[in-house]
């Protein structure tokens, strides 16, 4: 059973820098495929981005280019680097875990934190 913490959230304006944090326990974080999604107000929970246990990421396209995901095997940590903020990016955002090469679907993480918000004014 792998247990997932998010940490880092906040309110920022646009144009501002945040990074999330997320740390594992509980299982082997190193053989987990972890990945971000956000869910906003109304809205179905969103694929953000995801990065293997060797390093490779893959990236949503509304996030491409201003989000960066890294991962320390050694601290059970993945990071959430998020650049040039936008309104449209204020959502609760989850670290997962999947054994699952390449997932995009939530319904391919057996294993969710509890969500942090993100907060972003114009």
């Known amino acids: 059973q792998v247990q997932l913490a998010e940490s880092g959230g906040g309110s920022v304006q646009a144009g501002v820098s945040l990074r999330l944090s997320c740390v594992a326990s509980?299982?082997?974080?190193?053989?987990?495929?972890m990945g971000w999604f956000r869910q906003a107000p109304g809205k179905e929970r969103e694929f953000v981005g995801s990065?293997?246990?060797?390093?490779?990421?893959s990236y949503a396209d509304s996030v491409k280019g201003r989000f960066t995901i890294s991962r320390d095997n050694a601290r059970d940590t993945v990071n959430l680097q998020m650049n040039s903020l936008k309104p449209e990016d204020t959502a609760v955002y989850y670290c997962?875990?999947?054994?699952?090469?390449?997932?995009?679907?939530?319904?391919?993480?057996?294993?969710w934190g509890q969500g942090t918000q993100v907060t972003v004014s114009s």
């Open positions: 997962a875990a999947s054994t699952i090469p390449w997932a995009k679907s939530d319904g391919n993480y057996a294993y």
């Open positions: 509980g299982g082997t974080f190193s053989r987990h495929v």
């Open positions: 990065i293997t246990w060797s390093g490779r990421t």
